[in-house]
């Protein structure tokens, strides 16, 4: 296919391509007229994964901590449909990990499946939660950013 | 700056970047426990922008038109934050219009704001409803997706 | 009808049974799997049309105000369907006002129809922000509520 | 109390008091500007919570089948706060199983409490899809419902 609208790159990727991973289950609601999850909740996948993984690893306090992570970009390439009423299993990892601002890549798979149904990532800034000004990494956020990388 | 994790290219747009606008109220669930606007509702907005652009032009039956549009790849940059109660005025152009596929380019602006808040844009790619294999744009879509395109 | 899982009493209200009207355009993802709204968006529309009019009548500020309001009972009839793209038109009126309480009753409207598409009602009971213990209601906020009522 | 605005009678429930229960992880967005899950987000837990319910006991095929269930009435008393990113578990029992209607009665538990954070019902029409009429519930049906009965 030759059609310049599609982006050459973007593939399914393996689950060897991420560090943790965590079941999803989607709701009623997720499905769009279509029939399959709507776009959007992809990224409330992506929010979810990352978010749940920085608390259980006692890394983030959405509710009182000084520092708050602001997504600054996100993207999403799908490669195929999911829907409720199966899972998600979403594969996370971190790519590029700066002063305050941190890169975790993303991977959606149906249950069982070797390669991601879409893949994506976001890009947070990590900010004071009162001046909103960017911050650096905390020690214990560093540690939990180490352990979501995959070797090359 | 030299993180990085930041890309160095996205920046916010300017009105005269886009062709249509259409006003997107929020909504109080919209704002998430950081007290804006969550960026999962920020593709709602583009999907709702494009669709009811395309709708009101008399190019696409979402109830039971042959043809529909399923998102393949999308993209945002935040650049400052958007909240409950206050509007969204959405722009959108077209950037690319393939064969059977468009990207569509989209720009948030808070009321009357010169330039946009977050930038981003999502690619459709038209497939048959009943077996979801792409097939040419519609005479009709493409007429509507000239309009949007936005003179160099 | 004798199914006895009916209500036997709600039913369409007239737009005269409700004192302020806002527009509330619809998203593409409300509609669900079935074609129309799915239910829960019904109560982000309660939601939104009661706290806009709040802060609206400069009666609540939901982002730094010592006193929230908290949903504690809602709830809601639907006598037919609403869908994108169509917008929705939230008529408000309040039933109830108690000391730290408030009975919010909501009718919404396809554009332009004469009875509610769907009527229902929720709680706010309205608390300290830090301590979340039931305070009264503020002198502001009584009177914008005042100005909700329905004469009989 | 004696606050008129407040129903009297709603109470937490007991797990005793629903026949299975699904846990249904939160996300993210779930949490509103006030810490806490929004509560039209409850109705997407019970709405998820039937629904897959009924999937499971291969009692409703939401992307093809010929009987659809439409929400007429919902409901819910919110006694407790839940947050992301606890889990919540729903509890779920039929009320009333009609010619073509249900009445489904759910509680939202925090894990492993004893007592419900919130209790609702919904009534499902089922509906043709082609046509939207109501129409007597299928066998498979009305055997999934009866064992969500709860002894009296």
């Known amino acids: 296919m030759t059609d310049a609208a599609r982006p050459p790159r973007a593939q399914p990727e393996p689950r060897a391509a991420f560090s943790v991973f ?10 769009d007229l279509y029939g399959h999850i709507n776009n959007a ?3 409330s996948f992506f929010d979810t994964a990352v978010n749940a993984y920085l608390i259980g690893a006692g890394a983030l306090d959405i509710q009182s901590g ?13 490669f195929a449909s999911l829907a409720f009423p199966e899972d998600v299993e979403a594969g996370l990892r971190v790519g590029h990990i700066g002063r305050s601002s941190v890169r975790y890549e993303l991977g959606l798979f149906a249950p069982g499946a070797s390669h991601s149904a879409a893949s994506g990532h976001f890009i947070h ?7 909103r000004r960017p911050t650096e990494l905390p020690a214990a956020l560093q540690q939990a950013l180490l352990a979501l990388k995959v070797p090359a």
């Open 125 to 131: 800034v990590y900010v004071d939660r009162e001046t």
């Open 41 to 43: 909740a992809y990224y």
């Open 22 to 31: 965590r079941t999803l289950p989607t709701r009623w609601m997720d499905n």
């Open 66 to 78: 000084s520092v708050i992570g602001l997504v600054i970009e996100n993207h999403c390439n799908y």
